[in-house]
Nanobody, 123 residues
Framework: VQLQASGGGLVQAGGSLRLSCAAS????????MGWFRQAPGKEREFVAS????????SYADSVKGRFTISRDNAKNTLYLQMDSMKPEDTAVYYCAVALGPVSGSASQSYRYWGQGTQVTVSS
């Protein structure tokens, strides 16, 4: 499975961006998916996850209420709507496909990873 993330860029604090992650195969519709991010000099951290049917989502406390994860299985695409962005959201954002239908915050539960897209929030 190949994942292509897009939608990153430069935005001012308080602004919005929408990330997309297109999967190369339809079989990902049966898997949970998630977003992670890695800021310079820091470890990769969990941002949000969604199960295969979109009936369950989870978020890191740092983005709860500001970011929304969603997916369109017909298009094999994962999204991350980011609103009220802060400078501390600056990072490379990665999408990932989980091993099973449900995914969580542990990176070890993800099998396939995208190449990352840079998000920069200016103050």
């Amino acid at each position: 499975v190949q994942l292509q993330a897009s939608g990153g860029g430069l935005v001012q604090a308080g602004g919005s961006l929408r990330l997309s992650c297109a999967a190369s195969r339809r079989t990902v519709s049966n898997n949970g998916m998630g977003w992670f991010r890695q800021a310079p000099g820091k470890e990769r951290e969990f941002v949000a996850s969604i199960n295969w049917s979109s009936s369950y989502t989870s978020y890191a406390d740092s983005v709860k209420g500001r970011f929304t994860i969603s997916r369109d299985n017909a298009k094999n695409t994962l999204y991350l709507q980011m609103d009220s962005m802060k400078p501390e959201d600056t990072a490379v954002y990665y999408c990932a496909v989980a091993l099973g239908p449900v995914s969580g915050s542990a990176s070890q539960s993800y099998r396939y990873w995208g190449q990352g897209t840079q998000v920069t929030v200016s103050s």
